[in-house]
């Protein structure tokens, strides 16, 4: 009985990493500092070629190829 409530937390435990991150999990974001503007960094997603900016310190944590174009 331990053994199947073990392995029933294990699944949810995994199931909730595996949704945390759902909306970046396409993206690889490449920092391109020709754009970089003061604080804000410039990165550019080497999967879907989308561009975002970020003041974290960190690459964008949402995939930016679903807004419009400016």
Known sequence: MHI???LIIAF?????FARR????RNCRWRADHTG???KLKKYRC?????EGFSATGGPPRDCKSNLPKV
């Open 36 to 38: 970089d503007r003061g």
């Open 12 to 16: 949810v435990i995994v199931a909730i």
């Open 4 to 6: 199947i409530i073990g």
């Open 21 to 24: 991150n759902k909306a970046t």
């Open 46 to 50: 080497a999967a879907c070629g989308a």
